[in-house]
């Protein structure tokens, strides 16, 4: 759709100008082959911006779920501190389960304290 008709005010399509013989109104081949370049460069801008947009996602989406995994991997891996107490308490670590998987308790057993 490119001008309004001068008869009517409605918009002819270069197709309705070829078929009704009126060559004075179309593009001429110059002007035809840069409407044709830019309208493919604007194309491919659009292609290359969603396409960008596209692959941040796609980076995020697989970026995060690593970055947990790699935390698990290495609390699981990771040496653990001396899990000490008073006197008299035997400490130990808690075993690991899916609720603590980042973390790790020492666990201590109670004692009774002797009055002097």
Request: glycine fraction near 6%; proline fraction near 3%; charge should be negative.
């Amino acid at each position: 759709i490119d001008n309004p008709n001068a008869q009517n005010g409605t918009f002819i399509s270069r197709l309705e100008r070829i078929v009704h013989g009126n060559p004075g109104q179309m593009w001429g081949p110059d002007e035809e082959e840069v409407f044709e370049q830019q309208r493919r460069a604007d194309l491919n801008e659009d292609l290359v911006r969603i396409q960008r947009t596209n692959f941040v996602h796609f980076g995020m989406l697989c970026f995060l779920p690593l970055c947990l995994l790699v935390l698990v991997l290495i609390s699981s891996f990771a040496k653990e501190d001396s899990c000490e107490g008073y006197e008299e308490a035997t400490c130990k670590f808690e075993d690991r389960t899916f609720m603590n998987a980042f973390s790790s308790r020492c666990i201590c057993t109670a004692f009774v304290l002797k009055n002097k």
